[in-house]
């Protein structure tokens, strides 16, 4: 409409135009300011500076259609970790989707402990043919993934081959890797890191004592870290303590002064800086995450 009326304007009206606009360039040079004019000024910033960032992580999905049913339902940008060829990943996977949720796969990897890992677990006894193989497998059995995490792992992510044979198979698929940090000597990250595999630490289990007062204490360190270096990374169950928690601290997440947002909205810009620095000959940016 603005063209229109331009081109409709008469050859006068132009010219009273014109001469107005000189008028006005002389005036504003004799107060020596004639570039103001046309100087752009940009609007006062109306937004809000970037927030810290959390990322929560649900873990152990799969199990409990129940459980994982009202896990789904939390609200804001969570990521949900899915136990390949559990009963219930599959719905629940999809159900996560639907609800505009991240999906990832809980990997199960060998631990120190020896516990049950359940259907398509990596363990130290597999060549690297049979160790992929089971890892795209368990890629497939998981609709929408984004990205995968160690569930357990405490015996494999700190051998090195095992963890190189996984970024091989997760470049194949274009998919982040976030490592649990179940062990203080993993090397996942920094495998992940060497493979160019956009990637992140855990900072915080939210429920290792899975009491209500200390889930509290565990998600009010998240915010902290947060508050100290950007970003926080905090994994959590599917019990019913964590999820009634969460139910309430999550209503209003600006109580917290912190951003919810998903795994893969902080792992490009980690992965990027990361590779602008090597190619500086700078060390890699730190994880920014301490293990628990």
């Given amino acids: 409409m603005l063209s229109l009326k331009i081109i409709s304007l008469t050859p006068r009206r132009c010219s009273?135009?014109?001469?107005?606009?000189?008028?006005?360039?002389?005036?504003?040079?004799?107060?020596?300011?004639?570039?103001?004019?046309?100087r752009y000024k940009a609007p006062p910033d109306i937004y809000e500076p970037d927030l810290p960032r959390v990322v929560l992580i649900i873990d152990d999905m799969g199990n409990s259609p129940e459980l994982g049913q009202r896990a789904v339902q939390l609200p804001g940008n969570i990521t949900y970790a899915f136990l390949p060829f559990t009963p219930a990943a599959t719905s629940l996977a999809e159900a996560a989707h639907a609800r505009g949720k991240e999906v990832m796969l809980h990997a199960p990897m060998s631990s120190l402990e020896h516990n049950r890992l359940g259907p398509g677990a990596l363990t130290k006894e597999m060549d690297k043919h049979a160790l992929q193989l089971m890892l795209r497998n368990s890629i497939k059995a998981i609709p929408h993934i984004k990205g995968i995490n160690n569930h357990m792992g405490s015996e494999l992510t700190p051998m090195s081959k095992p963890m190189r044979w996984v970024m091989e198979e997760l470049r194949q698929h274009r998919l982040f890797f976030v490592d649990s940090k179940t062990n203080p000597r993993s090397i996942a990250y920094r495998s992940a890191q060497n493979a160019h595999i956009p990637s992140i630490q855990r900072d915080v289990f939210l429920d290792h004592d899975p009491s209500p007062a200390a889930i509290e204490a565990a998600f009010k360190q998240a915010v902290a870290i947060a508050h100290n270096k950007g970003i926080a990374v905090a994994i959590g169950h599917p019990y019913p303590t964590t999820l009634g928690y969460l139910e309430q601290a999550l209503k209003n997440m600006k109580q917290w002064q912190v951003e919810l947002v998903f795994v893969s909205d902080?792992?490009?810009?980690?992965?990027?800086?990361?590779?602008?620095n090597s190619k500086r000959g700078l060390p890699a940016p730190s994880p920014l995450h301490q293990t628990n």
């Avoid at 009273?16 to 300011?33: A, E, F, H, M």
């Avoid at 792992?267 to 990361?274: A, E, L, N, S």
């Fill in 16 to 38: 009273l135009i014109q001469l107005s606009t000189l008028i006005t360039l002389l005036l504003c040079s004799s107060l020596g300011d004639a570039r103001s004019l046309y």
């Fill in 266 to 276: 902080v792992v490009p810009r980690i992965h990027k800086q990361t590779a602008l």
